[in-house]
């Protein structure tokens, strides 16, 4: 079973809108066109059996109306499966949470960049305490976001610091625990519990051909920087996930395939830790 744990579509109606948008501000190239039969069809094409769509509410409007949205797609599908979303300014956060739990979402996706809020700020903690208490999975953007050059509010120390307050749960940073923080992120997490994602960290960014790049920006993780982090944190708890349309899905499937990695990790990586995570 092949699971990305890190996938976004938007609603047809505005998908292409959005794309434009984000691509221009990332310089980089969407990989499908951004709505879920897009994404379906890269999962066939890439052999995914299962992905994981991670909606971001990027204020506190949107959160009901997004929890909504995921409960009825998942009722109406199973091999894409919606996260809840939540935001840093939504008060009711302790009856919001209880009702994901019960709409049957598996968890929550925080981006603190785009909710412009520290991960370890109170009005995250009382967040991911609550949602520790529920059992729910938090997904995190961590690191650097390719469209905010310099801007840090989930770097691995704070993400440290969040967990170390909270406790053990079922907490994800994703970007291999903090985007281009990486020298950071095994001296600061390798001896929590926490779940690393690989989404959008391995092999190299594609740009927009419109835009101005420099050559070594373009490189992310390559396979041996990657063996590191396994060595670091154990092939248990990393999760495979590709930030599509952000990146292509058979191209990261494949980083992954090419690792010198056992049959038993790989498959561990690509799917198995997230069914277990998912089934919990
Ligand atoms: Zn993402």
């Known amino acids: 079973m092949i699971i990305d744990i890190h996938t ?3 609603p047809d109606h505005m998908a292409a809108k959005v794309l434009d948008k984000l691509s221009r501000l990332s310089r980089s190239i969407a990989f499908t066109d951004g709505t879920l039969d897009g994404l379906r069809r890269s999962m066939d094409q890439a052999g995914i059996d299962r ?10 409007h949107q959160v009901e109306k997004i929890n909504d949205l995921s409960a009825r797609s998942n ?18 956060y302790v009856d919001e949470l209880s009702r994901i739990a019960r709409l049957g979402l598996k968890g929550i996706k925080i981006h603190p960049i785009y909710q412009e809020t520290d991960i370890d700020a109170i009005k995250f903690l009382r967040i991911l ?3 520790a208490e529920l059992g729910l999975i938090v997904i995190a953007h961590a690191g650097l976001d390719i469209g905010f050059p310099g801007v840090v509010r989930c770097s691995p120390m704070m993400i440290r610091r969040a967990v170390d307050r909270i ?6 940073a994703a970007h291999m625990g903090g985007w281009r923080n990486w020298d950071e992120v095994p001296t600061s997490l390798a ?23 420099n050559e070594k920006d373009l490189r992310m993780l390559d396979g041996d920087q990657f063996m590191k982090f ?3 944190f154990g092939a248990d708890r990393i999760l495979f996930g590709t930030d599509s349309p952000w990146s292509a899905q058979s191209e990261s499937k494949k980083f992954i395939e090419g690792l010198p990695l056992d049959d038993d990790d790989r498959s561990k990586i690509l799917g198995g830790n997230a069914q277990k995570l998912l089934a919990q």
């Open 129 to 131: 305490d609550r949602a």
């Open 75 to 92: 009722e109406k599908i199973a091999d894409v499966i919606y996260f809840g979303a939540m935001h840093p300014d939504f008060t009711n």
């Open 51 to 60: 992905s994981i769509v991670l909606p971001v509410a990027t204020n506190d």
């Open 167 to 172: 406790g053990d749960f079922k907490f994800v």
């Open 230 to 232: 396994v060595d670091a």
């Open 191 to 213: 001896d929590t519990k926490i779940f690393i994602d690989t989404a959008f960290s391995t092999g190299r960014i594609v740009p927009r051909g419109d835009c101005h790049w």
């Open 8 to 10: 976004h579509v938007f």
